[in-house]
């Protein structure tokens, strides 16, 4: 069993920079990828980005490559998402999650631990 809290989420001028964490509970983080999706208002939640258990392979959604780094620690039991250049239309709830498999997916159900969410506004 996986437990995820997001952190970092908040207020943030277009143009800006936010860093959202991802902490996640349990002895074995090393071995699980993990993914960050967001659900914006009226929207349904989509794919961010993506990391590999070692963290040598990243995937990023189209809309934020260039922008947004995934990155983790495995020491810390944590992952990343610094978010560059953010946008208004990036206004969402961020959320992590952890799969049982040492590669990722862009796909929601493949993903068998979820974070509460971490809500980021851009104002313009």
């Known amino acids: 069993q996986v437990q995820l809290v997001e952190s970092g989420g908040g207020l943030v001028q277009a143009g800006g920079s936010l860093r959202l964490s991802c902490a996640a509970s349990g002895r074995t983080f090393s071995s699980y990828a993990m993914g960050w999706f967001r659900q914006a208002p009226g929207k349904e939640r989509e794919f961010v980005a993506a990391i590999s258990a070692s963290g040598g392979s990243t995937y990023y959604a189209d809309s934020v490559k260039g922008r947004f780094t995934i990155s983790r620690d495995n020491a810390k039991n944590t992952v990343y998402l610094q978010m560059n250049r953010i946008q208004p239309e990036n206004t969402a709830d961020y959320y992590c999650?952890?799969?049982?498999?040492?590669?990722?997916?862009?796909?929601?159900?493949?993903?068998?631990?979820w974070g509460q969410g971490t809500q980021v506004t851009v104002s313009s």
């Open positions: 999650a952890a799969t049982e498999t040492t590669y990722y997916s862009d796909y929601e159900p493949f993903y068998d631990y």
